[in-house]
């Protein structure tokens, strides 16, 4: 009996058996959960089918283990395959976690639980109900009022999927309410383990600003606070974001600072092992579940258990098994960039983890290069230097000053005051390093099957630049392979054969990317923005919309803005789109600079010669393109009534944008300019107030654009506009069905548009 023992835990373990099972079960969650297309799905298909014939002839006395594992997996999936069907009735309610809410200015978000799973909920709260949500309780919305939709996929090139993070999370449905009543209900084990972590925020909260942000992001593994992105993004340029996330660096502290505490108290090793299991399972849950973390906590627990038992399984085959259990527990796991990421490092480790640090690192960076092209468009040249700065200041500094900060606050606030101004400095420094932009590359991104082939390239240079298997001739081939591809895409993407004519969905508002072939020029006719119309500090979109939309694209400067007048909805995010993108020329009607809400957008940022006020009659001459003004005929304060208005003609195309100009100004145009147009943007976003019927017969365009935000208080575009149309037999699009809408002419094939939202998705 002990012999079949022996032989069944030999074959178990037989080197590389449980990594190759991982890397299959891997490769079939994406082809269930992320392969969009036929592409995605036949490629996916084909790695599955050769990884199980690996597997099948390499291991064929596990034939049998290998299929129950993949009938496991797949009832495993098929359990956590059904989505919630939410919908408001009379007794309809919502359980909400307190650790779960975010509040700001009287307005709750948060991850509420129903009968059949996991809801978005957002509402309107009063003040009272703000008091009650702060103290904590587990409580229960009822009586709502409201609609429930399924959550809104990205609608631009290059912007953050919502529809599909929160897919990994099997999240489908936001519950958008107008009113609700409270209740607290008793609550069981699990609502004192959500107080504790709610605990844990509002102590955070209290703390000066940076401590509480790397206490939340190193406990919680949160951002406490929006006002914080600043840190996020500093360490994110600088390529080092990986030290703030809750991964292996933490728990091997906290096992190391816990296993010292105990060998001092004589604990045994059984003893030891069993506190820094409870340790790492609480911190588990206070990190809200975060992949780096479970990978980590899981790998030691495994490995200490092997120990115990005196099993020998590889470092690679561990971190196998240890994927294989992590994906039982989240099927959707690889859904999150987080957690490919922190899995591709770890396997990158074990591939280099003979090799010099300097060595190791400059191979890792090279291994994660492809997903941060494809996810983030940008990578820095100089991370493994910035690395040798940060990771010392993180560990000796940030790290000790965080979790001594965690005992005395409250107690000895001078002491927290002290530690505040050391991190400031730190804080300080990092951000000058990273406002130089030094080694920051904005590559672009590229597509799925670029970054496959990038990835399997990279991890074979890995393996044979491994002293183990040290082949120079293969290692050569596949570096100068590596840099024919980088150089390739990068060409490619920064000097494209093609240009554009891009009407970008930011909601309710205007902002048209234009972009000419090789050599590229970019402009943009307005920024968007969100109308405050509450008075409350609003996040900017071009951080979500228009600066990854540039990123994705390749485009790291642009060479004229052009706004048309002062509203918010066309220039309200030019000021952090100037914060963060280099801007040659600011074009705008003549009068609107000496408007003083205008002059606060653009204050600091600008040189005086870089501002072109502009009129009719006035033409902007550019290498391949020429814009022609024909509005307004004398200078404004930037109203509607004096938008400026553009004319250009590309590839034999003339297009006309007039901002949020009304029909007087459309006759105006009309009787100064014997205008015709083959393209129009409404204006006014499709507004009783513009599209003068006249003025569009005279213009006879082949077809107008609509620019407005979905279900937008104002009902945009008015039935009467769309009346017009069809009379006139005039087709139009509209960024509230199609998302980003984009014209594409050059190189070798005819012009041709192009909608983000597919037909059938809409």
Partial sequence: MQLSKTNWQYKLFTPGFLLLLALLLVDLSFLIYQSYGYPEQICSGLIAGYLAYLLLTKYTDLKWLIC??????????????????????????????????????????????????????????????????????????????????????????????????????????????????????????????????????????????????????????????QDNQGILDNYRDLGVIHILSISGLHVGIYVLALSTICFYLKFTEKETFVCCLSLLLLGIFLSNGQAGFIRASLTYILGKIFNFRGWHITHFDLLGLTCMLHLLLNPRLMMGVGAILTYLLALGLEMTNKMPSLKQSALLNILLTPLLLFYFFQFNLLTVLFNMVVVPYFNWVVMPV??????????????????????????????????????????????????????????????????????????????????????????????????????IDVGQGDSILLTTPFPRRTYLIDIGGKPNFGGKKLAPQANKITVPLLKAEGISKIDGIFVSHQDADHVGDLRPLLEQVPVQKLYMAQGLINNPSFQKRISGLLHQDQIVQLLAGNSVREPQIKFHVVYPVKPGLGTNDDSLSL????????????????????????????????????????????????????????????????????????????????????????????????????????PKFTRFIPVNNK
């Fill in 68 to 225: 129950i594992i993949l009938v496991i997996g797949l009832l495993d999936v098929h359990l956590h395959q059904s989505k919630t069907t939410f919908t408001i009735t009379d007794n309809a309610a919502i359980k909400l976690y307190p650790d779960q809410i975010k509040l700001t200015d009287n307005w709750l978000s948060a991850i509420g639980e129903v009968s059949d799973g996991k809801i978005l909920v957002s509402l309107p709260v009063t003040s009272n109900q703000v008091k009650q949500i702060n103290q904590g309780h587990t409580i229960y919305l009822t009586a709502l009022t409201g609609q429930v939709e399924s959550i809104m996929s990205a609608t631009n090139y290059g912007q953050f999927d919502s529809r599909q993070y929160y897919a990994g999370k099997n999240i489908y449905q936001q519950a958008k309410l107008k009113s609700c009543q409270i209740k607290v209900v008793p609550g069981g084990i699990a609502d004192y383990w959500h107080y504790l972590r709610f605990s844990l925020q509002s102590y955070f909260k209290r703390m000066p600003r940076i401590l509480s942000f790397f206490s939340s992001e190193l406990i919680l593994g949160e951002n406490p606070s």
């Fill in 647 to 750: 004319t250009f003609t590309i590839a034999n195309k003339t297009w006309l944008f007039t901002g949020d100009l009304g029909q007087d100004g459309e006759q105006e145009i009309m009787s100064r300019y014997h205008l015709h147009a083959n393209y129009f943007k409404l204006g006014h976003h499709g507004s009783r107030t513009a599209s003068n019927p006249t003025f569009l017969q005279q213009l006879h365009p082949e077809m107008v654009f609509i620019s407005a935000g979905r279900n937008n208080r104002f009902g945009h575009p008015h039935p009467e506009t769309l009346t017009t149309l069809k009379v006139q037999h005039i087709p139009w699009v509209s960024t509230q069905d199609c998302g980003m809408i984009t014209w594409t002419y050059g190189g070798f094939t005819e």
């Fill in 402 to 503: 965080t979790f001594i900060n965690l005992l005395v606050f409250g107690s000895v606030s001078s002491i927290s005051n002290l530690f505040e101004k050391i991190l400031t400095i730190g804080e300080q420094f990092i951000s000058q390093l990273s406002a130089t932009k030094l080694g920051l590359l904005t590559f672009g991104k590229i597509s799925w099957w670029q970054c496959l082939l990038l990835l399997i390239l990279t991890s074979m240079l890995l393996l044979y630049v491994n002293e183990q298997v040290s082949n120079r001739r293969m290692t050569n081939f596949l570096i100068g392979k590596l840099v024919i591809i980088y150089i390739i895409l990068f060409l490619t993407i920064h000097f494209p054969l093609t240009g554009q004519v891009t009407f």
